[in-house]
């Protein structure tokens, strides 16, 4: 598979005008992305399960809820009904995470495993074919606008080859630092999907900056 996909994150948008924001993505993003982060797991506390049920009734965009958070299990039932159409929980937060998938599952959403940079990747290679989604973190979790880390490449490539053998269609989303100098190098490392916060929302254009996201990370 050979197309991307780009994934804002509505962290970097403006929470004053929220949904003038996503109104201007949505017609060419592929999701939303969204960042829950509690205070425990990461050193920051975003947003929770109000804005995303407030958001829920403007837009029909798929909705990619990436959870930063101690006890997932807890909240599932709540993120799901608040409208998630993915939830994503990272592989360090739980003891349980083939039953947590199995509980994401059963509502009926698309499940995803995030992976701290300081994780070695090998931990969610047993995930493969079992999620929908393998969200490498490309930054340290918890905060926007940081830089890609280099040392993503090989985790991609290693993961990238982990799934290829498993002629698995699981796919790799990275999270962090995407831009359109480095998105071309991110996809032939091995990764599809592309959460961009800064680079999408802080852009003049915040739709045209997907397009040239695409257009640069597309490869031929
Ligand atoms: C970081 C978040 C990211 C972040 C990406 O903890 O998970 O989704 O918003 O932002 P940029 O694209 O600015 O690095
Ligand atoms: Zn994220």
């Not at 970097?12 to 996503?22: K, N, S």
């Not at 958001?55 to 990619?64: A, G, L, Q, S």
């Given at each position: 598979?050979?197309?991307?996909?780009?994934?804002?994150?509505?962290?970097?948008?403006?929470?004053?005008?929220?949904?003038?924001?996503?109104?201007?993505?949505?017609?060419?993003a592929d999701y939303l992305h969204i960042d829950v982060m509690d205070g425990h797991y990461v050193n920051?506390?975003?947003?929770?399960?109000?804005?995303?049920?407030?958001?829920?009734?403007?837009?029909?965009?798929?909705?990619?809820t990436h959870l930063m958070i101690t006890n997932p299990e807890k909240y599932i039932k709540d993120f799901a009904d608040a409208g998630s159409d993915n939830i994503t929980f990272h592989?360090?937060?739980t003891d349980d995470p083939f039953g947590l998938i199995d509980s994401i599952k059963a509502l009926g959403k698309s499940a995803g495993?995030?992976?701290?940079?300081?994780?070695?990747?090998?931990?969610?290679?047993?995930?493969?074919?079992?999620?929908?989604?393998?969200l490498v973190m490309t930054v340290y979790p918890g905060f926007g606008g940081q830089g890609y880390l280099d040392m993503s490449d090989d985790r991609l490539r290693a993961l990238r080859k982990a799934i290829d053998e498993q002629d698995s269609d699981t796919v790799i989303a990275v999270d962090?630092?995407?831009?359109?100098?480095?998105?071309?190098h991110i996809c032939e490392c091995g990764a599809r999907l592309f959460v961009a916060g800064s680079s999408v929302f802080h852009a003049e254009d915040p739709?045209?900056?997907?397009?040239?996201?695409?257009?640069?990370?597309?490869?031929?």
């Open positions: 598979m050979k197309d991307i996909g780009i994934a804002p994150s509505i962290l970097a948008a403006d929470f004053g005008y929220l949904m003038r924001d996503i109104k201007a993505i949505e017609s060419n920051n506390i975003s947003f929770g399960i109000p804005v995303i049920q407030s958001i829920r009734k403007y837009t029909d965009m798929k909705f990619f592989v360090e937060c495993i995030a992976i701290h940079p300081d994780t070695p990747v090998e931990k969610v290679f047993p995930f493969i074919g079992k999620v929908d989604i393998i962090g630092g995407v831009t359109e100098d480095n998105i071309r739709s045209k900056a997907i397009d040239e996201l695409k257009r640069c990370g597309t490869l031929s």
